[in-house]
């Protein structure tokens, strides 16, 4: 079958809920696998724009009340996620076992058998208890064995503790004021499933992967899971495994995989002109990818992925990537590529930007 990106991108429009919107934060959630939190306001944002009756603080409290979970996950960044998908994408984290490769090693100072004690003490020390990563911290380093360690896990980034989370053994838990807290996902997230085997974890992931961003290849899904690090036989196998679950179609001369349950409402779908205002790494592009280039223009791609691993928030225009937007005060900033005029239909984006931010209006000044 083939299809044209207008299609494609209308389709990932409307699975994604950015149009038409959806009435719970979970079923976002759970439809976009998951939305970056490194920024807990951009995940908020996420959100709030694609519900029908966007509420300040929804997502964080799904997360307070354990509906759903933070963790290192994707790309080892922070995601709110759906707990059995979180399980699945975990299990597929750790079976990269970077933490073993000697550059890791190298880097953040600690030995394989350091993480496999390291990762029952955490689960020891957090039985029963939510901890401030102070508190965590001053828990592990009390035993001498862990002295080294301590500059690494006080480390914000946490990069010690991602393959802590990949195992199941950590999560975030509510913040206490402006600290953040950790739990055992175990004790603290609703319906936790534990971790399963990769074999068992790697279709269903690809399965709701491919339900929003579709059509796309095994390697876009590693991109997207876990920069490119899952053993590449093993990842063909499990979309070769998903069989008849799955079709190969042509996308203006890209193959990609899509599920065979979407193909009709793929080919019936029709180019979407509507322009939307997204926010900051947001899914619509961090799903795909930035190096999409039909997505996001390779010219442009600097405007949205920035330093320090920091996605603009963007305009879309007919499904496309065409600009990158700011707000300050009451002011939309708006900055077009190519410094192509303002779209028709920018209007009735701003309106719905205002109304998720709680304002009752917002103007609009070109860059």
Not at 8 to 19: E, G, M, T
Not at 216 to 226: C, I, R, Y
């Amino acid at each position: 079958m083939r299809l044209t990106w207008d299609q494609v991108f209308a389709w990932r429009l409307r699975r994604q809920f950015v149009a038409p919107r959806a009435d719970g934060v979970a079923e976002i959630v759970g439809r976009l696998c998951g939305v970056q939190a490194q920024v807990t306001s951009a995940a908020e944002m996420a959100v709030a724009l694609r519900s029908s009756a966007p509420r300040a603080g929804a997502l964080v409290d799904e997360l307070n009340n354990g509906t759903l979970i933070k963790t290192w996950a994707m790309r080892g960044t922070l995601h709110a996620l759906e707990p059995g998908l979180a399980a699945d994408c975990l299990s597929l984290l750790a079976s990269a076992r970077t933490w073993e490769k000697p550059s890791w090693q190298r880097t953040f100072g600690a030995s394989p058998d350091e993480v496999t004690a390291l990762t029952e003490e955490v689960r020891r020390v957090l039985d029963g208890a939510v901890l401030t990563r102070e508190e965590l911290v001053d828990a592990i380093v009390a035993d001498p064995a862990y002295h080294r360690l301590g500059e690494q896990l006080r480390s914000g980034w946490g990069a010690l503790l991602k393959p802590l989370a990949w195992q199941g053994a950590i999560c975030h838990g509510p913040a206490q004021g402006t600290k953040i807290t950790f739990a055992n996902p175990a004790q603290s997230i609703k319906g936790w499933p534990g971790i399963p085997e990769p074999d068992v974890a790697g279709p269903r992931a690809i399965t709701a992967y491919l339900g929003a961003y579709g059509p796309a290849t095994p390697e876009t899904f590693d991109a997207w899971l876990s920069r490119g690090s899952l053993r590449k036989t093993v990842l063909r196998r499990w979309f070769s495994e998903l069989g008849d679950t799955l079709t190969q179609v042509e996308v203006e001369g890209r193959p990609g995989y899509v599920l065979t349950e979407h193909l009709d409402d793929l080919a019936t779908t029709e180019p979407s002109t509507a322009v939307h205002l997204l926010g900051g790494f947001d899914q619509y592009v961090l799903g795909p990818g930035t190096n999409d280039t039909v997505l996001l223009p390779g010219d442009h791609r600097a405007k949205v992925s920035r330093a320090a691993g920091w996605i603009s928030p963007i305009v879309v225009s007919a499904g496309r990537i065409v600009g990158t937007w700011d707000l300050t005060d009451d002011v939309v900033l708006i900055s077009m590529f190519d410094n192509a005029p303002l779209p028709k239909g920018l209007d009735t984006a701003v309106t719905h930007l205002a109304t998720t931010l709680g304002r009752n209006s917002l103007l609009v000044q070109a860059q």
